[in-house]
C-alpha cells in the first residue's frame, strides 16, 4: 500500500499563488508517475498535471499550462504543485495520485492510489 497525504491548499486572493505538496509513504516502487487532480462542486473529476518519476517528464491540462508547474523530490518522496495567477475557476478539492509504472498519464483511472484531497479556495 501507499499512502499519499496533500498539504497546502487553503484560501488565496484571485492572481495569487499557492504550493501544493503530496508526501507518498509506505511500500516504496522502483518507478512510478504521479499525478494532480481536481475536482470543484458539481462537477466531474478532472485533470490538472502529471510527472513521471523517474525521469521528470510533465504533462499539463490546458487549463494550467504557463500558470501550474508540478516537481518532484524523490529523497523525499514529495511530489508539488506550484500554482501561480490563481483564478476563482481553479476552486475545487485538488488529489494527488500515483501510477505503478514508468509513464505517466491524465487518465484517473490509470493511477493506484489517491490521497484524501485538499482544498483551494480562490476569492475573486
Known amino acids: 500500500q501507499v499512502q499519499l497525504v496533500e498539504s497546502g491548499g487553503g484560501l488565496v486572493q484571485a492572481e495569487g499563488s499557492l504550493r501544493l505538496s503530496c508526501a507518498a509513504s509506505g511500500r516504496t516502487f522502483s518507478s512510478y508517475a504521479m499525478g494532480w487532480f481536481r475536482q470543484a462542486p458539481g462537477k466531474e473529476r478532472e485533470f490538472v498535471a502529471t510527472i513521471s518519476w523517474s525521469s521528470g517528464l510533465t504533462y499539463y491540462a490546458d487549463s494550467g499550462k504557463g500558470r501550474f508547474t508540478t516537481s518532484r523530490d524523490n529523497a523525499k518522496n514529495t511530489v508539488y504543485l506550484q500554482m501561480n495567477s490563481l483564478k476563482p475557476e481553479d476552486t475545487a478539492v485538488y488529489y494527488c495520485?500515483?501510477?505503478?509504472?514508468?509513464?505517466?498519464?491524465?487518465?484517473?483511472?490509470?493511477?493506484?492510489?489517491w490521497g484524501q484531497g485538499t482544498q483551494v479556495t480562490v476569492s475573486s
Open positions: 495520485a500515483a501510477k505503478i509504472g514508468l509513464y505517466y498519464s491524465h487518465r484517473a483511472n490509470d493511477y493506484d492510489y
